[in-house]
């Protein structure tokens, strides 16, 4: 028996994102009902028609909650919940750390006080990131592995000002996730929530973007070079490893509904890539399209993910899938209709 029943509702916060969208996409496939959050009615237009279009009027319903920063703001979202997938974020890659670390922080406090105000509530997913374990370190071999933190984005992202190194708004980005979800333990352990919590930690995500109008995160960088070729920003992207987006949501699913998953940091790490790995793609699956020469870094991801079978075994378990979706696939989908 699932831990929570078919047909009620879940809360999933950044329901316009890319994560957040590929999250009720499965979870209405499975008939649960979901309640969204955006910031603004014009963020989830294309939501709340996307999914209507699907599944029909009534098992989506978006509420706006515009500052997540605010204590209380998810009090009333959460309301009637059984499951809580709190994937909304600050996004912006600010060099200045004030500017994004405290908002992300509070928006994962208060969502989890909302949900521990809710008796109905059973499940709490928060959507954490690889760069909560570690920032990309190309050509070096180390393991990654439950216990393993980004120290090191959080020294960065809070060194002294001026704001102006190159890699601040990544090192900055990191410690939100790394400092949010040590944030999520901590509460835990000291407030003991009357529900069980596990955390998702997904390297970059590819795979289909439902919408032209979506913000599409790491699967813009895909649909950009393939349309507009390299900007200056995108190249200086480390290599690292990938995971379609699906299996990132699958993941989050299955963290809710699965009875014996508790407690868990959930790596969801597929397999390493470099851009020209991405381009050899993109010239097979589309020899149609103008796509760029390949870069002279050929550096490549040599971290080694421990924890990786776990996942593979919670994807075969709950979904029957063998291992994660491959790069190729997501690639090919990433571009489709380009």
């Not at 790596?267 to 890539?273: D, G, H, I, L, T």
């Amino acid at each position: 028996m699932p831990a929570i029943e078919k047909g009620s509702t879940v809360l999933v916060t950044g329901a316009n994102g890319f994560i957040g969208s590929h999250i009720i996409d499965q979870l209405l496939q499975l008939d649960y009902k979901v309640r969204g959050t955006v910031r603004t009615e014009a963020k989830g237009k294309w939501v709340q028609d996307y999914f209507d279009e699907k599944y029909g009027h009534g098992k989506l319903e978006l509420v706006v909650v515009p500052d997540m920063s605010k204590k209380g703001a998810f009090d009333d979202a959460v309301k009637g919940c059984s499951g809580v997938a709190h994937v909304a974020s600050n996004l912006s890659f600010s060099k200045n750390p004030n500017d994004v670390i405290p908002e992300v922080i509070a928006g994962v406090t208060h969502t989890l006080e909302a949900a521990n105000n809710e008796p109905s509530v059973k499940r709490f997913v928060f959507t954490s990131s690889s760069t909560a374990a570690t920032n990309p370190v190309p050509n070096k071999e180390f393991n990654i592995d439950a216990s393993t933190w980004n120290q090191i984005a959080i020294d960065k992202a809070w060194a002294p000002p001026p704001y102006t190194e190159a890699d601040r708004g990544w090192n900055v980005y990191g410690a939100s996730k790394t400092q949010a979800e040590q944030e999520v333990w901590k509460y835990v352990k000291e407030s003991k929530p009357h529900f069980e919590c596990n955390t998702i930690l997904p390297n970059a995500n590819f795979g289909p973007i439902l919408d032209k109008d979506q913000d599409a995160s790491t699967a813009g960088w895909i649909r950009d070079i393939f349309t507009k070729g390299f900007a200056p920003q995108l190249e200086q992207i480390p290599p690292q490893w990938f995971v379609d987006v699906r299996d990132t949501a699958r993941l989050h699913i299955a963290a809710l509904i699965d009875p014996e998953i508790k407690d868990e940091r959930i790596f969801a790490f597929a397999e390493p890539y470099n851009w020209n790995t991405i381009l050899a793609i993109m010239r097979k699956v589309r020899p149609d399209g103008k796509v760029p020469e390949d870069l002279k870094d050929n550096s490549k991801d040599l971290s080694k993910v421990l924890p990786k079978p776990r996942a593979e075994q919670i994807l075969k378990k709950n979904f029957g899938q063998d291992g994660f979706k491959g790069l190729e696939e997501a690639v090919k989908l990433n571009i489709q209709n380009l």
